[in-house]
């Protein structure tokens, strides 16, 4: 089974929204302008790049993503990877980084029900919270900010449900007080 893992710059606060200065957000830009840059907290990106199989995507990261990512150096293996959009709306892939479009969440199960590296959600709040919703999500990367945002879109629904435990598998923090943690949904 391919184990599908949300990766995510969020806030302390659990935002997650515009970490890299997309427009239309209040805080836009948020882990670089308000943040003193350490490389070591990025170690994590670096390694999420080498063990993965591919990426999914919910239709407003990938649009972002597509004009951009195509042509930055720091994600030659992500342009390398197979890419996934989630979106019942979106007609065609973009030519400049072409994806397998799914229609449903029973097509990511389908998709997550094969064997291989794991699947990484990149951004894609929409998505990422209702893969765990679903059940889908099997583990969390997440860089934690010591910022309070406010508003903003968040890591995780809103939704009325059962409780879900997770592991810590692995943490850091660093000195310009950005937490990693790791945790796997404990089943």
């Keep these: 089974m391919t184990r599908i893992i949300v990766t995510a710059f969020v806030s302390a606060d659990g935002v997650m929204e515009a970490p890299g200065g997309e427009a239309g957000y209040r805080n836009a830009g948020w882990t670089f302008k308000d943040v ?17 199989g591919g990426l999914l995507l919910g239709r407003h990261s990938y649009e972002a993503f597509a004009p951009v990512w195509p042509t930055m150096d720091d994600f030659a293996r992500y ?8 979106s019942r709306t979106l007609e065609a892939e ?29 951004g894609s709040a929409e998505l990422g919270a209702a893969l765990a919703d679903a059940g889908l999500v099997d583990r969390y ?5 010591p910022l309070l945002l406010g508003a903003g879109k968040r890591l995780f629904s809103a939704a009325d449900k059962d ?11 660093y000195g310009n007080g950005v937490m990693k943690q790791v945790w796997d949904v404990v089943r």
């Design 163 to 173: 409780t879900e435990r997770l592991a810590l598998v692995e943490h850091d923090v």
């Design 141 to 145: 990367h997440l860089l934690v900010f």
């Design 36 to 52: 003193e840059f350490d490389p070591a907290a990025y170690e994590l990106k670096g390694r999420e790049q080498e063990e993965a």
């Design 94 to 122: 973009d030519d400049r980084w072409p994806a397998t479009i799914l229609r449903s969440l029973d097509e990511v199960a389908a998709l997550k029900a094969q064997d291989g590296p794991p699947l990484l959600v990149h």
């Design 79 to 86: 342009n390398a990877l197979p890419r996934y959009v989630v």
